[in-house]
C-alpha cells in the first residue's frame, strides 16, 4: 500500500521553541518523491520541500530542516525557534510510480501547529 | 496576478444543484488536477488530465465530472451536489519535464458548502 501517515494531528508550541512534525511513509517503489506543504489560515497551500529518494542527506532552509531516513521511511520536519507565523496545517505528501504515477501526490492527514505568542 | 485561479472562492448551494468550479492557469503546465480536502483526511485526488485530450479518474471520482476545455482551464463538476461534498477544492497544475516529478503548483482553493 502506499500511504503516508502523519500522527500528530495537532500540535502546540510556545513561541521560540523547536518543533518536529513526524511523517512516515510506505511504499512499494525504490524511486519515490517526498514533500512538505504549508497551509496558513488563508488557506492556500505553499510548497516547502521535494527530497527524491536517492538523496538523504538533509536539508535546511532558515529555520527549517528535513530528516531523511530510509531506514525507518520517514521524513520528519523540524522548525526551529518556531514563530507565530508558523501557525499552519503541515502536509507530508509522496508520489511514485506505484502510488499512481510520478505526477500524482498521496498526502498525508495534516498536522495542526499552532505556535503561541 | 495568480498563476493558478480559481472560480468561485466561496459557494453555498443546496442538495441536488448542479454546481461547476472553474480553474484557469498562466503558467502554461499541460497537466492539471482537482483535490478535495477534508478535516483529518488531508488531499485527495478526484480527476487528472495531462492534456486536453487526456482525462483519469482519481482516488474520488463518484459523483463529479471534469471538463479539459483548453490546455489552460479545468473544470469540475458536481452534478447532483449532495451534503457530503462539502469541502475545499483545488486546482493544480505541473508540467512534464526532464525530471520524473514536477512540482505541483496549487491554486487558493474553493469553499463548497453543500445545505
Known amino acids: 500500500a502506499q500511504k503516508v501517515t502523519q500522527a500528530q494531528t495537532e500540535i502546540s508550541v510556545v513561541e521560540k521553541e523547536d518543533v518536529t512534525l513526524d511523517c512516515v511513509y510506505e511504499?512499494?517503489?525504490?524511486?519515490?518523491?517526498l514533500f512538505w506543504y504549508k497551509q496558513p489560515p488563508s488557506g492556500e497551500l505553499v510548497f516547502l520541500i521535494r527530497?527524491?529518494?536517492?538523496?538523504?542527506q538533509n536539508e535546511i532552509s532558515g529555520r527549517y530542516s528535513w530528516n531523511f531516513q530510509k531506514s525507518t521511511s520517514s521524513f520528519n520536519f523540524t522548525i526551529t525557534a518556531s514563530q507565530v507565523v508558523d501557525s499552519a496545517v503541515y502536509f507530508c505528501?509522496?508520489?511514485?510510480?506505484?502510488?499512481?504515477?510520478?505526477?500524482?501526490?498521496?498526502f498525508g492527514a495534516g498536522t495542526r501547529l499552532a505556535v503561541h505568542p | 496576478d495568480a498563476d493558478v485561479t480559481q472560480t468561485p472562492r466561496n459557494r453555498i448551494t443546496k442538495t441536488g444543484k448542479r454546481i461547476m468550479l472553474e480553474c484557469s492557469q498562466t503558467?502554461?503546465?499541460?497537466?492539471m488536477y482537482w483535490y478535495r480536502q477534508d478535516p483529518g483526511l488531508g488531499l485527495r485526488l478526484i480527476y487528472y488530465?495531462?492534456?486536453?485530450?487526456?482525462?483519469n479518474k482519481g482516488e474520488i471520482s463518484d459523483g463529479y465530472s471534469v471538463s479539459r476545455q483548453a490546455q489552460a482551464k479545468f473544470s469540475l463538476s458536481l452534478e447532483s451536489a449532495i451534503p457530503n461534498q462539502t469541502a475545499l477544492y483545488f486546482c493544480?497544475?505541473?508540467?512534464?519535464?526532464?525530471?520524473?516529478?514536477?512540482?505541483?503548483?496549487f491554486g487558493p482553493g474553493t469553499r463548497l458548502t453543500v445545505l
Open positions: 493544480a497544475t505541473s508540467v512534464q519535464g526532464r525530471s520524473s516529478y514536477n512540482e505541483q503548483f
Open positions: 511504499t512499494r517503489d525504490t524511486t519515490y518523491y
Open positions: 527530497r527524491n529518494s536517492f538523496d538523504e
Open positions: 505528501a509522496l508520489s511514485g510510480a506505484f502510488s499512481g504515477g510520478y505526477n500524482k501526490l498521496i
Open positions: 503558467k502554461g503546465h499541460d497537466r
Open positions: 488530465s495531462f492534456d486536453v485530450k487526456d482525462i
